[in-house]
């Protein structure tokens, strides 16, 4: 069974900082394109960040760009989001997710597995 398990998420205040976790297992994701997502309340899920399989090229959504960073350790599975800065604006709740297209792919529908979410909130 294919699983991508997101951790890290919690309450902290603006300019805090906060580092999710994704780990995956049921198959081995080091030739995937691996990504976060984040949806915030009574709004659509948008891209944050995406790594490419070997972990050398990255992307970014402007509204978090200089403050976040994507890594991934393909020996364990796993994928990173370190996020720092944080905003109230950041609140929602933030994805994991991996896909087979090659490169860095930012849009949603390219991603075959998704991680349950966990929960990113930020005080003003």
Known sequence: ??????SGGGLVQAGASLRLSCAASGRTFSSDAMAWFRQAPGKEREFVSTISW??????YADSVKGRFTISRDNAKNTVYL???????????VYY?????VAGTPARSDLYDYW???TQVTVSS
Not at 82 to 92: I, R
Not at 96 to 100: D, I, K, L
């Open 1 to 6: 069974q294919v699983q991508l398990v997101e």
């Open 54 to 59: 070997s972990g050398g090229s990255t992307y």
């Open 82 to 92: 370190q996020m720092n800065s944080l905003k109230p604006e950041d609140t929602a």
């Open 96 to 100: 994991c997710a991996a896909s087979r």
């Open 115 to 117: 991680g349950q979410g």
